[in-house]
């Protein structure tokens, strides 16, 4: 397992590096976002507000796409002097770009060799996570995308993870909503549960109503988080929160 770490780590990472003259990228897009709740789930019962500032970049090239976010959240109240930063970078590599063959097969889009590192946070992590994943051409939808990773994790024991992101715009009349968002199941393993975290985000476009779409936008996210951490309800009942959101892209 090792050594197909280090191989598809390899791979991702000269990937990143590609020269210029072998790449062409079709999109890069940075966005703050400003989030606000009292839902979050403390241990216990306990619910404790945060305010989560973010910054998220996304690109996408002739050989994959990057995805990177660092979030810092500032506790209120009792939890004023609580604040984080925790960070993931997530590259996917395109088997088709790189053997050079057509995968595309139904929906199908392509396979990807799929990595992820995660930083920081409350216990300060340092997580390595690698695998394979599938980009879906699905109607209706931006993109959808499935990934299966092996997480070597720095603080618990290793386990598996299941990803499942998508991005759904709609339009009626000048009002555009884009529904988007991500699913994570983690395997349990002798030291946790396993966890399921649902996170998705409505937005509406409000620059599109001044002729500038997809800048500004305005609308909620909501957190369903079974297991939060790994942790069980007997330590952390299951979160079930509302956000106040606020995403400016540039």
């Given at each position: 397992m090792k050594t197909l770490h280090k191989t598809l780590m390899a791979v991702?990472?000269?990937?990143s590096f590609t020269p210029a003259a072998h790449a062409e990228k079709y999109f890069s897009d940075s966005s703050i976002s400003l989030l606000y709740s009292d839902d979050y789930q403390a241990f216990g019962p306990q619910k404790r507000t945060d305010t989560y500032f973010t910054f998220e970049n996304a690109t996408g090239h002739n050989?994959?796409?990057?995805f990177f976010f660092v979030d810092r959240n500032q506790g209120h109240g009792k939890d004023s002097d609580?604040?984080?930063i925790y960070g993931e970078f997530a590259p996917n590599i395109s088997l088709g770009w790189l053997t050079g063959n057509d995968l595309s097969y139904g929906l199908i889009k392509d396979v990807t060799l799929s990595g992820q590192y995660e930083f920081g946070g409350g216990t300060n992590v340092n997580n390595v996570m690698l695998g394979m994943g599938l980009d879906w051409n699905i109607p209706g939808l931006q993109y959808f995308g499935t990934r299966v990773y092996h997480v070597n994790n720095s603080e618990t024991d290793n386990d598996y993870q299941l990803t499942v992101?998508?991005?759904a715009p709609m339009e009626f009349g000048p009002t555009r909503i884009l529904f988007d968002g991500y699913i994570d199941w983690s395997s349990a393993a002798d030291d946790h549960k396993s966890d399921f975290h649902f996170n998705p985000q409505l937005k509406l476009d409000i620059g599109n109503y001044f002729?500038?779409?997809?800048?500004l936008y305005a609308g909620i996210e909501y957190s369903y988080w079974n297991n939060k951490y790994g942790l069980g309800d007997a330590v952390m009942?299951?979160?079930s929160a509302v956000s106040a959101l606020v995403k400016f892209h540039f």
């Open positions: 991702c990472i000269a990937a050989w994959g796409s990057t609580s604040d984080d992101v998508w991005g002729g500038s779409p997809r800048v009942d299951t979160e």
